[in-house]
């Protein structure tokens, strides 16, 4: 296979630059390892779009969060992805606290942003009834939105392939050619890429890649664990509330989920493998009592799962590392997208898009990079029962146009068959249970899956044409079924 570009990585950083220079007459590769995008520490985050008071504009982190937390209203909009900006609050309980929320506010306002405001008294408590009473401060950023992050990353990755990305999913980069000093090709377990630009956008596994290119950084995983609550809490908080920050996290956070959860995390501590997804009583106890200082009635049960996602910290670094190295031409790194990296998306894109424009004028002063006029730069809406609970009519309507979006399948979150099957049918395409998960939510709600889990597993095998036993959870190696079962056998289902 040939290509102009080559992405490492299909989270939200690979698959944002995807769709930045999918605008231009460029033959552009996306790989991801596993078998769909946002498999990695963008589905495992928190979904808050920052506002940006608290990195050091000096710093990439600080510029390009501040940059992007702007662009986010459109991009949503145009992917068709939910997104809203209910803004934060600092919660500050003393007098040395709200000295940091100052001095946050002056780091903010030096970054040029201007609605941050100290609240107190009544109008903190109006912004957010249910505040532990004794919190006396809080710095209020109207800005800060919350975002689905693997939805998101989804639409990035729909929309590049929509215009000319090839996404390649179960393909691993293993190794680089170079030859005088040149990036030439990536090696995958799949075959041989040539290509002109290599871009490192590995999260976790950016210093593995790198090290073909001559770099030398290791990338430590900090665990963040989260607990999710049924959505009757999703309104027990209107913002996003911090705690003071410290030097190493921005807290233990509690904030509605943009599809109306609550969500309470994460932690922050040190793990040695880069998979270790695993979330611990421990650590459930820690956010748990945290969150508590913030809401003293935060539930105590009610909780439908919990989940972790793993910072990508370069050892002895706190920025992100965004450039063209100096060593082998054609290669460019994105390495180290811890937070805020998720907010810092769309402008890392358009960073990398002229870093890629200065790289390809050195070194192939033929390649002329043209905007496509032809660059589409939406996506369809689709249709969604949970959208259309208060207007079953029109419902209706699409019912009669296609009856599979009259067969529920999952009962919690209201999910048509119709939306299963369009979800395999998308630019990149839903493959296993989980995939389905995030982009449906078939799955996500109270009985987690209990319910739903057999038919969309049904639904998997029919659109995909594979036997039951080859669905998987998510990617090879995660088959559900060892052998039929008692309903599949009084079916009269074959394997
Ligand atoms: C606990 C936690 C909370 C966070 N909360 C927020 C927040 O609220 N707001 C915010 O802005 N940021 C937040 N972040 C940070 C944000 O999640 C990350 O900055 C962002 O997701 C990084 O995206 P990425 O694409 O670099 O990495 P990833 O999403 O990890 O993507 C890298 C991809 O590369 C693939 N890959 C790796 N090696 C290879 C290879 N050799 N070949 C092919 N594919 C490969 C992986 O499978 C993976 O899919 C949080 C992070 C954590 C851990």
Same mark, same amino acid.
């Given at each position: 296979?040939?290509?102009?570009?080559?992405?490492?990585?299909?989270?939200?950083?690979?698959?944002?630059?995807?769709?930045?220079?999918?605008?231009?007459?460029?033959?552009?590769?996306?790989?991801?390892?596993?078998?769909?995008?946002?498999?990695?520490?963008?589905?495992?985050?928190?979904? /808050?779009?920052?506002?940006?008071?608290?990195?050091?504009?000096?710093?990439?982190?600080?510029?390009?969060?501040?940059?992007?937390?702007?662009?986010?209203?459109?991009?949503?909009?145009?992917?068709?992805?939910?997104?809203?900006?209910? #803004?934060?609050?600092?919660?500050?309980?003393?007098?040395?606290?709200?000295?940091?929320?100052?001095?946050?506010?002056?780091?903010?306002?030096? $970054?040029?942003?201007?609605?941050?405001?100290?609240?107190?008294?009544?109008?903190?408590?109006?912004?957010?009834?249910?505040?532990?009473?004794?919190?006396?401060?809080?710095?209020?950023?109207?800005?800060?939105?919350?975002?689905?992050?693997?939805?998101? %990353? !989804?639409?990035?990755?729909?929309?590049?392939?929509?215009?000319?990305?090839?996404?390649?999913?179960?393909?691993?980069?293993?190794?680089?050619?170079?030859?005088?000093?040149?990036?030439?090709?990536?090696?995958? $377990?799949? #075959?041989? !890429?040539?290509?002109?630009?290599?871009?490192?956008?590995?999260?976790?596994?950016?210093?593995?890649?790198?090290?073909?290119?001559?770099?030398?950084?290791?990338?430590?995983?900090?665990?963040?664990?989260?607990?999710?609550?049924?959505?009757?809490?999703?309104?027990?908080? $209107?913002?996003?509330?911090?705690?003071?920050? %410290?030097?190493?996290?921005?807290?233990?956070?509690? =904030?509605?989920?943009?599809?109306? $959860?609550?969500?309470?995390?994460?932690?922050?501590?040190?793990?040695?493998?880069?998979?270790?997804?695993?979330?611990?009583?421990?650590?459930?106890?820690?956010?748990?009592?945290?969150?508590?200082?913030?809401?003293?009635?935060?539930?105590?049960?009610? %909780?439908? %799962?919990?989940?972790?996602?793993?910072?990508?910290?370069?050892?002895?670094?706190?920025?992100?590392?965004?450039?063209?190295?100096?060593?082998?031409?054609?290669?460019?790194?994105?390495?180290? !997208?811890?937070?805020?990296?998720?907010?810092?998306?769309?402008?890392?894109?358009?960073?990398?898009?002229?870093?890629?424009?200065?790289?390809?004028?050195?070194?192939?002063?033929?390649?002329?990079?043209?905007?496509?006029?032809?660059?589409?730069?939406?996506?369809?809406?689709?249709?969604?029962?949970?959208?259309?609970?208060?207007?079953?009519?029109?419902?209706?309507?699409? !019912?009669?146009?296609?009856?599979?979006?009259?067969?529920?399948?999952?009962?919690?979150?209201?999910? =048509?068959?119709?939306?299963?099957?369009?979800?395999?049918?998308?630019?990149?395409?839903?493959? =296993?249970?989980?995939?389905?998960?995030?982009?449906?939510?078939?799955?996500?709600?109270?009985?987690?899956?209990?319910?739903?889990?057999?038919?969309?597993?049904?639904?998997?095998?029919?659109?995909?044409?594979?036997?039951?036993?080859?669905?998987?959870?998510?990617?090879?190696? =995660?088959? /559900?079924?060892?052998?039929?079962?008692?309903?599949?056998?009084?079916? #009269?289902?074959?394997?």
């Amino acid at each position: 296979m040939k290509a102009d570009v080559t992405i490492i990585g299909g989270g939200v950083i690979g698959t944002v630059i995807a769709r930045e220079l999918s605008r231009y007459n460029l033959n552009i590769i996306l790989l991801e390892k596993e078998d769909d995008v946002a498999m990695g520490t963008s589905k495992g985050n928190l979904g /808050i779009i920052h506002a940006g008071y608290n990195a050091d504009f000096n710093t990439l982190k600080g510029w390009l969060n501040i940059k992007s937390n702007s662009m986010f209203d459109k991009l949503c909009q145009d992917l068709k992805v939910p997104f809203k900006r209910i #803004g934060s609050l600092v919660i500050g309980f003393s007098e040395k606290d709200l000295k940091k929320l100052k001095e946050l506010k002056e780091n903010g306002e030096k $970054n040029n942003l201007k609605n941050l405001e100290i609240v107190t008294g009544d109008k903190l408590f109006k912004l957010e009834p249910n505040l532990n009473h004794k919190a006396k401060y809080a710095l209020y950023a109207p800005s800060a939105g919350i975002i689905s992050p693997y939805k998101f %990353t !989804i639409a990035l990755a729909d929309n590049s392939v929509v215009n000319g990305v090839k996404v390649l999913l179960e393909t691993e980069a293993i190794d680089l050619k170079c030859e005088n000093d040149q990036v030439v090709s990536v090696l995958t $377990n799949k #075959g041989i !890429i040539n290509t002109r630009i290599v871009i490192n956008a590995a999260g976790l596994y950016a210093g593995e890649v790198a090290k073909a290119a001559g770099y030398n950084f290791r990338i430590n995983p900090l665990k963040g664990e989260y607990q999710l609550f049924d959505k009757k809490w999703g309104s027990l908080v $209107n913002h996003v509330l911090f705690p003071i920050p %410290t030097k190493l996290s921005k807290g233990i956070v509690i =904030s509605p989920s943009v599809h109306g $959860n609550l969500l309470i995390g994460p932690n922050c501590y040190p793990v040695k493998k880069k998979d270790d997804l695993a979330t611990t009583e421990t650590g459930m106890d820690e956010i748990y009592t945290e969150a508590k200082k913030l809401i003293s009635h935060l539930p105590d049960q009610d %909780t439908v %799962t919990s989940f972790s996602g793993l910072r990508a910290t370069i050892e002895g670094r706190e920025d992100f590392i965004i450039e063209a190295s100096k060593k082998i031409k054609g290669f460019i790194n994105v390495a180290g !997208i811890k937070s805020p990296g998720l907010s810092a998306a769309p402008a890392i894109a358009e960073m990398v898009l002229s870093i890629l424009k200065e790289v390809a004028s050195k070194i192939f002063p033929k390649l002329e990079l043209n905007y496509q006029d032809n660059f589409v730069e939406t996506l369809n809406e689709l249709p969604r029962l949970a959208d259309y609970l208060n207007k079953i009519e029109e419902w209706q309507e699409i !019912i009669e146009k296609d009856s599979d979006y009259g067969e529920i399948i999952c009962r919690c979150e209201n999910i =048509s068959k119709g939306e299963i099957i369009e979800a395999v049918q998308q630019p990149v395409p839903a493959r =296993s249970l989980d995939a389905i998960k995030r982009r449906t939510r078939a799955g996500m709600g109270r009985c987690q899956g209990g319910f739903c889990s057999p038919r969309v597993l049904r639904i998997l095998s029919e659109e995909l044409k594979i036997p039951f036993l080859k669905v998987t959870k998510k990617g090879l190696g =995660s088959e /559900i079924l060892k052998t039929m079962t008692k309903d599949m056998v009084e079916k #009269g289902d074959k394997i």
